[in-house]
């Protein structure tokens, strides 16, 4: 019986096993099933070879099978990386509500994305969306930024000219915001937050504690429980020291004109700039705050939580979540904005129809 180590047909056979053995250990997923393929016939040429005689006419089959299966496993596999990075470039962000109602953003692929219905056609702005149909959800509203801070209680009718007038140069996107359209979807009624003294919130105590800090140091005294009381009332309500806030749950659409934008540094950085600058207006503390970028558009969740308001005569604390989706082309951001609350009357009924709004929102020009 001769050594094995000199018998070429065991050492072609074990060579090639090593073959499947690297390739099996050099990809995954999708690589592997074909991978797996690739075996199962080295596995069956293999026994062929063993089986069968050297002196058959067809023995020469085995061999060139195996030469040949690996050129086509190499171009499957290459395939399946091209179409793994085509479909890498079109991941979503979704977002989803946890069992502790709580937001939180999870990549979606868009092989796996949920068919939805898009019924609401915007022809002027070129988007469209899934739009509720079911009972509580109100007609669309049309507004301008003025009508919108009125609306929600960020302006009054008698100072919104003032404001206008105040922040509409103020930055390289003031004027396309203040000239931008609202398009509104809500369900049920508003609801209204009614600050007293003792409202707050975590990113007003922060801030607070700071104050108190700062104020020993440079007077060499605490603030007095007034002091403290005024700084806390000015932090939570801004100057123009509201009493109220309205918060509507439903989603709201916000179509920009690219073309108001007073100055462009970078086109590039566009889209994240602007989100910073919706960020640096927003009418309340944001005590959380996560984002996913995708291409040309962004998901970001932000949350805020009111200590110690005024809901229908009751104090409790109140949180605010907004998800938000930002889209950008050639000539428009769009800003996709859902807002809900699990202290709401509506919280579990009507989650899932502003998840698939904002899942359904795609742009029909582009």
Same mark, same amino acid.
């Given at each position: 019986m001769g050594n094995e180590?000199?018998?070429?047909k065991?050492?072609?056979i074990?060579?090639?096993l090593?073959s499947v053995?690297n390739i099996?250990?050099?990809?995954s997923?999708?690589?592997?099933?074909?991978?797996l393929?690739?075996?199962?016939?080295?596995?069956l040429?293999c026994?062929?070879?063993?089986?069968t005689?050297? #002196?058959?006419s067809?023995y020469?089959?085995?061999?060139?099978?195996?030469?040949?299966i690996?050129p086509i496993?190499?171009?499957?596999?290459?395939?399946?990386?091209?179409?793994?990075?085509k479909?890498?470039?079109k991941?979503l962000?979704s977002?989803?509500?946890?069992? #502790?109602?709580?937001?939180?953003?999870?990549?979606?692929?868009i092989?796996?994305?949920?068919?939805l219905?898009?019924n609401?056609k915007?022809?002027?702005?070129?988007?469209?969306?899934y739009?509720?149909?079911?009972?509580?959800?109100?007609?669309?509203?049309?507004?301008s930024y003025?009508?919108y801070?009125?609306?929600?209680?960020?302006?009054?009718?008698?100072?919104?000219?003032?404001l206008?007038?105040?922040? %509409?140069?103020?930055?390289?996107?003031s004027r396309?915001?203040?000239?931008?359209q609202?398009?509104?979807?809500?369900?049920?009624?508003?609801?209204?937050?009614?600050?007293?003294?003792?409202?707050?919130?975590k990113e007003v105590?922060?801030?607070?504690?700071k104050?108190?800090?700062n104020?020993?140091?440079e007077?060499?005294r605490?603030?007095?429980?007034?002091?403290?009381?005024?700084a806390?009332v000015?932090?939570?309500?801004?100057e123009?020291?509201?009493? %109220?806030l309205?918060?509507?749950?439903?989603?709201i659409?916000?179509?920009?004109?690219?073309?108001?934008?007073e100055?462009?540094?970078?086109?590039?950085?566009?889209?994240?700039?602007?989100?910073?600058f919706?960020?640096s207006?927003t009418?309340?503390?944001i005590?959380?705050l996560?984002?996913f970028?995708n291409e040309?558009?962004?998901?970001?969740?932000?949350?805020?939580t009111f200590?110690?308001?005024?809901?229908?005569?009751?104090?409790q604390?109140?949180n605010?979540?907004?998800?938000?989706k930002f889209?950008?082309?050639?000539?428009?951001?769009?800003m996709?904005?859902?807002?809900?609350?699990?202290e709401s009357?509506?919280a579990?009924?009507?989650?899932?129809?502003?998840? %698939?709004?904002?899942?359904?929102f795609e742009?029909i020009?582009?």
């Amino acid at each position: 019986m001769g050594n094995e180590k000199d018998d070429p047909k065991l050492n072609f056979i074990l060579r090639a096993l090593r073959s499947v053995k690297n390739i099996i250990d050099s990809i995954s997923n999708m690589q592997k099933l074909i991978a797996l393929g690739v075996l199962v016939f080295f596995l069956l040429f293999c026994v062929g070879m063993i089986i069968t005689p050297t #002196d058959k006419s067809y023995y020469c089959v085995y061999p060139i099978g195996m030469v040949v299966i690996i050129p086509i496993s190499i171009i499957g596999i290459l395939i399946d990386r091209a179409g793994e990075r085509k479909l890498k470039a079109k991941e979503l962000g979704s977002v989803r509500l946890t069992e #502790d109602n709580r937001l939180t953003i999870a990549k979606m692929d868009i092989s796996k994305k949920e068919r939805l219905v898009q019924n609401f056609k915007e022809e002027r702005n070129s988007f469209i969306l899934y739009r509720p149909a079911e009972r509580g959800w109100k007609k669309q509203q049309y507004m301008s930024y003025a009508e919108y801070m009125i609306k929600f209680g960020m302006a009054t009718k008698e100072n919104i000219a003032q404001l206008e007038s105040q922040n %509409k140069s103020q930055h390289q996107y003031s004027r396309m915001y203040w000239e931008s359209q609202f398009i509104i979807f809500q369900f049920g009624d508003d609801v209204v937050l009614e600050f007293t003294d003792e409202s707050t919130m975590k990113e007003v105590e922060y801030l607070l504690d700071k104050e108190k800090k700062n104020y020993l140091k440079e007077e060499k005294r605490e603030m007095t429980p007034d002091e403290i009381r005024q700084a806390r009332v000015l932090l939570v309500r801004g100057e123009s020291l509201e009493l %109220k806030l309205s918060f509507t749950i439903g989603a709201i659409v916000a179509v920009f004109d690219k073309k108001l934008i007073e100055y462009v540094n970078d086109e590039s950085k566009i889209l994240p700039n602007f989100m910073k600058f919706v960020m640096s207006i927003t009418i309340e503390p944001i005590d959380e705050l996560r984002s996913f970028h995708n291409e040309n558009s962004i998901i970001m969740i932000t949350r805020a939580t009111f200590i110690k308001v005024n809901v229908n005569g009751l104090l409790q604390d109140f949180n605010i979540y907004r998800a938000y989706k930002f889209i950008e082309t050639d000539e428009r951001i769009y800003m996709l904005q859902i807002q809900w609350s699990p202290e709401s009357h509506y919280a579990i009924e009507v989650w899932e129809e502003l998840r %698939k709004v904002l899942d359904s929102f795609e742009i029909i020009d582009h």
